[in-house]
């Protein structure tokens, strides 16, 4: 069987795929000795699910629960219905490990499952994880019968476990053991949270039991780490708040996923930083575009957000509109079309489109501007129409529209982001998510992208300000609560980038705008990594789509579309062999944890280790690096977006001055579109000089405006041209 999955519909991967990997890395090395040493790291969990309990891709607890630690951990999480055919062994080479969460012990198709589950837990070294329930005792509708009991103990005996499959109403359970370091995450598990009691233990002595419980004499091993994957039954995973619908983690599920799919020297494809710092975004839902706002009765929302925000906050923004708000034609008029011509003359602004008519239900058909005479729901219409619309009547020269911003429920079909994905462009939206103070979990954010069939829609990470004003009914100063929300995802490396996300109509309310003033003076001041949004969900497909292959030891080919821009590595204490690695910007530590830099290129080679020679590297900055050229002192650096760029170089030369000439092309940011975009001009159109000086360590630290594409050129200068330059002010004045 073949499984197509992802934006290439690529086949599992097989012998030629192998070939072709292999010929990839003779290509970057140039050492045929070394690639038959090459072996592919999986990075892909399959995750099943059953249909018969109403469960989707999208739909399931591991998508709402354990995707979010899962990518965190650097793996792609593809979803399987497990009533339906299922890969054989010898076709999940790609794959790290199987995780099943299933809510009920009937299945479709029971024992077609079972006899899967029994060859891979015998014909391959992949983990199996289940939790919940097996999910398979008996066939739907079904009494079990001994045939069943008989091959779910075989699967149980296979783990290591043994059951008579009996469960029990918990009464007066006593916990015998807990693992500190696994339980008590976010919540502390006590026995008296415990629901159910049920008839499984391990038996033998190299698994390790993580939480034992006992009542009336009767053993229940409840969660279990084995050497071919593990088991967390139903009740002591997370608490689920009944009034609230909130979730909480008894478990750690970064920990116990770590630990179960072997993570700990696995390189992480990181999407949550960049440069060494958090990932960040700015994107504006076109709603509220031509609303006459009530701060000065006058103005459309667009106005003031132009003149208020986009022009005076010096940050990236990705801005769409609604087509039909703002054409002349339907429910615009002259003055909405020059708001938009001229908002997206800035050189901050990306543009984007949130549709024709704002459907709010993709999948019925169902929109929002209902008053346009005639109007029947198109996706054609709603993507490729809007967005050439965008392209022809509202952008300057130079500039192009390439991301749409999905809108109401933000639940289309595949086949339409296929729509998306066939002209070249990216989509986003849906997903995201705020902290509840009252239940702060992880599990209240979503991850980064939802499996639909065999595409997946790329997420917003943070709520809007419409979730925090009560669907915008009352307190319209709510928004300001989202930093509550940015500051909780900061955490554990960070959890999510930081996504400020809001609509037009937040400069409707003198009180709306005064919540976005304050989370944006609060962004602008976050030391974040800003980027464009369509960056931002490249940097997601090609988490999606990297493949990784361990070349020797300590050595690791990264391949990607280019936007594979930082690996991390858990635990590490060495730095990087920067002479032997190729198309690496540099390396930092954040607590224990290695982060190496990676430019735009393709193909990346890492070399764990110490560097004997004083080469030149990057250990941080806040915008995206494309390349860095070295040749003799001389440093080329060159950096896409835009706004106040900082980068942290080592190793230069030690207490001297440099003279740094930034030059910005003519078109910045005229096309991020790979697959249209034309070869870049060498024409600049502003260029400045400046001198810094490095620390007698060979630290420089180096700051620069940026809009676009800048090239920053960083030569050795005499002390004589650096005080001249700090002190010309100063004779000037005189």
Known sequence: MSIFIGKHNRLLIGTSSVIFSLCFVTQ???????????????????ALYKGSENRTEEVNEIYQLAQLPLNNLGLVVEYADAEQELPTPEEMSEYRGILTWFISDQMKNARRYRHWLNRILTASRLPVVMMGHMGAYREYGRKISNLDVLEVKSIFNLMGLTSNLRTWKAENVHIGFKNSAFYDFELNL???????????RSKRQN???????SQNGVRNDAAILTPNGGYIQNGVIYRLDEESGRTQWYVNPFLFFRTVFACDNFPIVDINTLGGKRTAFVHIDGDGFSTISKIDRWHLCAQLMQKRVFEKYRLPFSVSVIVAEVDSAYLGNEETVQTARRLFRLPNVEPASHGFAHPFDWRTGKVELDSIPGYQ???????VESMHYIQQQLLPPGKSVNVFFWTGMCNPTAEQIQIVEDHGWYQINGGAGKLDPMYPSISA??????????QFRINARISNEYEFSDR??????????????????GQR???TPANIYFHFYSMEWPQSWAALRKVLQFAEHQDWTFLYVSQYIRMVNDFLHAEIFLLDEDKYVVRSNGFVRTIRFLKESRGINLAESKNVLGFAHQGRDLLVHLNANQEHLIVLGRTLHKIPYL???????????????????TVQGFGDFKAVLRNMLPDQAYLVKSLTEFEPERQHNAKRCPVISSQFGKENLFYVHSQADGTLKLKAFIEGRTVLIITPATTFQYVLAKFRPWILGL
Do not use: C
């Open 28 to 46: 970057l090395l140039g050492r045929q000795g070394q690639v038959a040493s090459a072996q592919l790291i999986p990075r892909k969990i399959l």
């Open 472 to 489: 915008w009914l009352k307190h319209y100063d709510g928004f300001v609560q989202v930093v509550k929300s940015l500051y909780f995802t």
């Open 493 to 495: 490396n960070p959890l």
């Open 377 to 383: 729901f198109d996706a054609k219409r709603e993507i």
């Open 207 to 213: 698994n390790r039991v993580l939480l034992r419980l």
């Open 190 to 200: 006590s026995s008296d949270k415990v629901d159910y009691f049920y008839d499984i």
């Open 445 to 454: 954010f979503a991850p980064p992208y939802a499996q639909v069939k065999n």
């Open 619 to 637: 250990s941080g900055f806040n915008r995206m690096i494309d390349s860095v050229s070295v040749m003799n002192d001389t440093l080329q650096l």
